[in-house]
């Protein structure tokens, strides 16, 4: 991509075509680039991407917001060779990103976005009493609890061998086999 804006900025205006060119490769260039960072940033925080590309997305609006100012101080008058000037200036900040990028990335998964295995959560019910009695159903082998799918063993709190059924009132203990 920034071999694309040294060429937008280094070839006359009189070859048109191979500037269209170059700047068709830096869109097709840019979207590879949002592809792989959109990539690694689900790799490295798992479950917790949808915050990371909020804050991404907060980013660009910002730079697209302050970007239109800097660019008309410095092309007021839209000549080419302010434009090179332009072309020149984003190559390098690509070129200087780029590597800062491939040398410190590592879309290995934080400690942070890792599950525990172990973890065991409490819940106390208290069920409505109807005529019907108490009735807990969930899926065989699986339950959905914040959009995550888990095997869960719900057994009563007090008397873990005594059955369910029956029970208006209860505490369970829900923990993953």
């Known amino acids: 991509m ?13 070859f048109g075509w191979i500037i269209q060119i170059a700047y068709s490769l830096v869109n097709s260039f840019s979207g590879l680039n949002a592809v ?31 970007l239109p100012p800097i660019v008309s101080l410095i092309a ?5 060779k302010q434009w090179a000037i332009i ?6 900040c690509i070129f200087v990103t780029m590597l800062f990028f491939n040398f410190t990335c590592a879309v290995t998964p934080r400690n942070w976005a890792l599950e525990d295995k172990q973890q065991q959560t409490i819940v106390e019910m208290e069920p409505k009493k ?11 082998d699986s339950k ?10 719900i057994l009563p709190l007090d008397s873990p061998s005594e059955p369910i059924q029956g029970r208006t009132e209860i505490s369970l203990i829900i923990t993953k086999p």
């Open 76 to 80: 007021p008058d839209n000549s080419p």
């Open 2 to 14: 920034c071999i694309c804006f040294i060429l937008m900025a280094a070839i006359p205006s009189e």
């Open 144 to 153: 959905v609890i914040s959009g995550k799918i888990h095997n869960l063993q």
């Open 130 to 140: 109807s005529s019907q009695g108490v009735t807990i159903e969930f899926e065989p």
């Open 87 to 92: 072309f020149y200036i984003i190559s390098v």
């Open 36 to 66: 792989g960072v959109a990539k690694c940033v689900q790799l490295m925080s798992q479950h917790h991407s949808h915050f990371i590309m909020t804050l991404m997305s907060l980013i660009n609006s910002i730079v697209i917001l302050i």
